[in-house]
């Protein structure tokens, strides 16, 4: 069978993935020289903790095996079974984390309550702001620039993909694709990647999604290696699995928590650098600018974690992604378009983690 796949972004090279480990042929067609959108411009997280109970915990816990799986065979996106903690303050806080500990699943996850001392045996880098935290024993780390060039390399390794990059796909059909370059791509079956794209490929059936924009930034190498990643109380507010009967009596959020839709997450790189953030924005048209209010607080609360001053800022971005409407009925949306052509995406924050799993379950469906 040959499979064309558009989108170069984690969820369609994972759909590569799938097909040419089952002994497929796959051309894949990338509209920039590569990825440069929210597969790139996210915390490499592998995030098991905050998912809801229920079919999304189910699809983050097959990904996670998936992840390391796959992490063995493409060494350089750097897989690191790292876990995480979720730091919190306050006797309403650590309320949450107990109510969260008495889920069916949260053996499944690897969760653990833990008290100031044990948090600070398991990560000797927190510093004094620290009443308890949650940790997860199946959150991961990968480093998500590298993740597309090392599963790409991989794959070429097979003989049996393609990757054709600036090629901005205009139109699909069974069995077809057709780029702006005029050229037509041959195919027994078709999926399309699109991402945060909503315009030009299945713009009806995506009708329904919204998208998402975020702030993060990234430091220099911090002079100490962190063992695990790390989410303050804030993270309570905004994962679904804290949704319990609990989380109604946090106090109100702060005002920079209110007015960013904010959350810490940090997380070291491979080079020793801390990826911080994030921010979130749902009311279209987005702010063409970065606000520098929201590095700020997110630099801020880093600190208090870590208690020590972090390095200089490198780099800042934003990054947009699909999402749908709350609640979700499944981890993604699908779309079959016409005979043979599938769409997939709207996975929002929850990109790269399920990733593997969304493209094993169409391999499945699709009997590749």
């Not at 994972?14 to 996210?42: I, K, S």
């Not at 060039?149 to 205009?170: C, E």
């Not at 989410?231 to 609990?246: E, I, K, Q």
Request: charged share 25%.
């Amino acid at each position: 069978m040959r499979i064309l796949i558009v989108g170069g972004g984690v969820l369609g090279t994972m759909h590569a993935w799938h097909a040419v480990r089952r002994g497929h042929q796959v051309v894949q067609l990338e509209r920039d020289a590569g990825p440069r959108a929210a597969t790139v411009r996210n915390f490499g997280l592998v995030w098991v903790s905050g998912r809801a109970p229920g079919a999304e915990t189910t699809v983050a816990l097959r990904a996670r095996e998936l992840w390391e799986e796959i992490g063995k065979a493409a060494r350089g996106l750097k897989f690191r079974a790292a876990g995480s903690l979720t730091i919190v303050n306050t006797d309403a806080e650590v309320a949450v984390l107990e109510q969260v500990m008495a889920l069916p699943d949260a053996a499944d996850r690897e969760l653990k309550l833990l008290d100031a001392g044990e948090a600070r045996a398991l990560e000797p880098a927190l510093g004094a702001d620290l009443r308890a935290a949650l940790w997860c024993g199946r959150d991961a780390i990968v480093e998500p620039r590298l993740v597309p060039g090392a599963l790409r390399q991989a794959l070429a390794a097979s003989g049996r993909y393609q990757f054709l990059p600036g090629r901005t796909v205009v139109d699909a059909d069974t069995g077809i694709v057709r780029d702006h370059l005029g050229d037509t791509h041959h195919g027994d079956a078709v999926v399309i990647c699109p991402g945060a794209e909503h315009s030009i490929l299945g713009g009806k059936a995506l009708s329904g999604l919204h998208r998402c924009r975020l702030q993060m930034m990234q430091t220099a190498p911090l002079d100490i290696p962190l063992r695990t990643a790390l989410a303050d109380g804030d993270s309570l507010r905004y994962y679904p699995v804290f949704d319990v009967p609990a989380r109604k009596n946090l106090p109100a959020p702060s005002p920079a928590t209110d007015r960013w839709r904010m959350q810490l997450l940090c997380v070291q790189r491979a080079d020793g650098g801390l990826t911080i953030g994030d921010t979130h924005a749902y009311d279209e048209p987005f702010d063409v600018g970065v606000a520098e209010e929201a590095y700020d607080e997110l630099r801020g609360r880093a600190e208090r974690i870590l208690g020590r001053t972090i390095p200089k800022t490198v780099t800042r971005w934003a990054g947009v992604y699909s999402q749908q409407p709350e609640p979700v009925a499944a981890v993604e949306s699908r779309h079959v378009l016409t005979a043979g052509v599938h769409l997939i995406t709207g996975l929002g924050g929850r990109g790269m983690t399920a990733s593997p799993a969304v493209a094993e379950t169409t391999a499945k469906e699709l009997n590749w």
